[in-house]
């Protein structure tokens, strides 16, 4: 069973950074990309940054510049490296694999479980 596990939210200053990581267990046949959205309680899940399994990116262009993604293939883990956090930056953040659990599969979309970043002073 695959499993998605963020961690490294939690509460920094404006100004300040986070590292949030986000390891993929389980057993699967192929990754296509992986991905880091946020939504805000009442808002709808918005998309931060998306990495291919051959590094290429892109990201949410209100926060380039200040959020980097990068991926460690042989850990299965993705990165999103937040600096010059803003108070807008509060929000629930969401990793997400779009992956084939065998060969011939369809693509499937498999979601964290959401660590929470709040800047605040």
């Known amino acids: 069973q695959v499993q998605l596990v963020e961690s490294g939210g939690g509460l920094v200053q404006p100004g300040g950074s986070l590292r949030l990581s986000c390891a993929v267990s389980?057993?699967?046949?192929?990754?296509?990309?992986m991905g880091w959205y946020r939504q805000v309680l009442g808002k709808q899940r918005e998309f931060i940054a998306r990495?291919?399994?051959?590094?290429?990116?892109n990201i949410k262009d209100s926060v380039e510049g200040r959020f980097t993604i990068s991926t460690d293939n042989a850990k299965n883990t993705v990165y999103l490296q937040m600096n010059s956090l803003k108070p807008e930056d509060t929000a629930v953040y969401y990793c997400?694999?779009?992956?084939?659990?065998?060969?011939?599969?369809?693509?499937?979309?498999?979601w964290g479980q959401g660590t929470q970043v709040t800047v605040s002073s």
């Open positions: 990495i291919t399994s051959d590094g290429r990116a």
């Open positions: 997400a694999a779009n992956l084939k659990i065998r060969a011939g599969d369809f693509t499937y979309q498999y």
């Open positions: 389980g057993i699967f046949f192929s990754m296509d990309d």
